[in-house]
């Protein structure tokens, strides 16, 4: 941290805030504790029922930022399985 006069910036020369920054209405709070199962490889299968590279379904891919930590890990338990298929 820097003090540029007042301001406090990061080594990127960026402010560093001195309040917590609060979310934007309708903004939902992302639960990041199970990391997504996405490799970079999107493509849906013939029959446009799930993604090739992580096998989520379409709903899935949609919703995975919206879900919680349960449900996120219900969708992996879910895609063992499709892999298994």
């Not at 995975?64 to 879910?78: F, N, S």
Request: hydrophobic content about 30%; charged content about 35%; overall charge neutral.
């Amino acid at each position: 941290m820097i003090i540029d006069g007042k301001k406090k910036i990061d080594s990127m020369h960026r402010p560093i805030p001195t309040k917590p920054i609060k979310r934007q209405r309708g903004v939902p709070n992302i639960d990041y504790s199970v990391p997504s199962p996405c490799i970079s490889l999107c493509l849906l299968d013939e029959t446009d029922t799930f993604c090739i590279g992580c096998f989520r379904t379409v709903n899935e891919l949609r919703d995975w930022c919206i879900m919680d930590a349960e449900q996120k890990t219900k969708v992996l338990e879910e895609i063992e399985e499709r892999k298994k298929d």
